[in-house]
């Protein structure tokens, strides 16, 4: 893929210019991704604040270690969508996402702009308020998924708000701005926990390889809690001021290879917008494994922190005129799903 010479959103939205120009090869580089230790929260929660709002207006990407959710609980979670995955076809498109909606399961359907190809996976949407007695998985076929998924999804929500109410303090906001934005209780929210299967690549073709299992893109929400499991490796970012230079095949490209126990973050593009541009969401993608790696299916866990569809974004020094967290994301969701939104 080629620069185009007219960013194709007009400039009008920088995201998705930036978005579509991105997809080449690029260089591999190493880069220090920042590794920061959320224990003792309370207390130490100036000192984690620093290093929060280093890393993100730094870099944008960074891991977590001491962050409140069990091994066990990451484990057990791990587990159950395996088990998802693992159902036949036809069961799994009984929970098919519906146009128009973040929940339930897609089959190679997410068409990102930078590549123009679908991503090489499956992946499972579970967005609370949305989910009705069609999308989840019945007792009977996968028992105890449900229980299992919600206690997943609130343990995501506790950690990032414990990280978005640092980010709100520095920004001059009150400690639990974020945390009314993204209120659980409301029928407006729509912070999503999504399974996703990346299909093993051992009987795959060498053309096979050429695509991505995610192509580069920058998330959509106000930040990303992503799981992965060693072993499982191929995310890589482009961060901060790097991911601005136009230009396809030039971007340098960083692995962020899994750490047990480490919750890997990352700034999205709707906190970028809410502060000002000041917190930096950065590019990544997953690539695919090389011929002499680990070649089997990869699992991971993202948690999409999205503010609820009424809340208003704009920032404390109004860069961007106020937006909707409903208009902003379902712009963002048709530009993936090929207009069908
Ligand atoms: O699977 C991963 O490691 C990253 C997934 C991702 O970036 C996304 O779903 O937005
Ligand atoms: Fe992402």
Not at 24 to 30: A, N, P, R
């Amino acid at each position: 893929m080629s620069p185009s010479p007219v960013p194709p959103y007009g400039n009008a939205r920088p995201e998705l210019d930036r978005e579509a120009m991105i997809g080449g090869q690029g260089t591999c580089i190493t880069r220090d991704i920042p590794m920061i230790d959320l224990s003792d929260y309370d207390r130490r929660k100036p000192v984690i604040t620093d290093a929060l709002w280093d890393a993100a207006t730094r870099v944008g990407f960074f891991q977590v270690i001491n962050h409140g959710i069990d091994t066990a609980d990451v484990d057990a979670a791990f587990a159950a969508a395996g088990r998802f995955f693992e159902l036949p076809m036809e069961q799994k498109t009984h929970y098919a996402r519906r146009p128009g909606s973040n929940v339930g399961w897609e089959y190679r359907a997410q068409v990102r702009p930078s590549t123009g190809t679908p991503d090489n996976k499956e992946s499972y949407q579970i967005t609370l308020p949305q989910m009705g007695a069609d999308t989840w998985p019945a007792e009977s076929t996968l028992p105890g998924f449900q229980a299992r998924m919600r206690r997943f999804e609130r343990q995501n929500w506790v950690l990032g708000m414990k990280i978005l109410s640092c980010f709100a303090i520095r920004l001059g906001f009150d400690a639990d701005f974020f945390t009314c934005n993204h209120d659980p209780a409301s029928a407006q929210y729509q912070s999503t926990l999504r399974l996703i299967h990346y299909m093993s690549m051992e009987n795959a073709r060498d053309a096979d390889f050429e695509f991505w299992r995610a192509g580069a893109h920058s998330d959509f929400d106000c930040l990303t809690l992503l799981h992965q499991r060693p072993g499982q490796g191929g995310l890589q970012v482009c961060p901060g001021r790097d991911a601005d230079a136009r230009g396809t095949d030039t971007l340098a490209w960083t692995d962020v290879p899994p750490v047990a126990g480490a919750v890997t973050c990352n700034i999205g593009d709707m906190l970028m917008r809410w502060s000002d541009d000041r917190l930096k969401s950065t590019l990544h993608r997953v690539r695919m494994p090389r011929r002499d790696e680990y070649l089997g299916p990869r699992l991971s866990l993202p948690f999409f922190c999205q503010a609820n569809r009424d809340a208003v974004i704009q920032g404390p020094r109004k860069k961007y005129a106020p937006i909707t967290a409903r208009d902003y994301l379902d712009e963002r969701i048709r530009a993936n799903y090929g207009g069908r939104s």
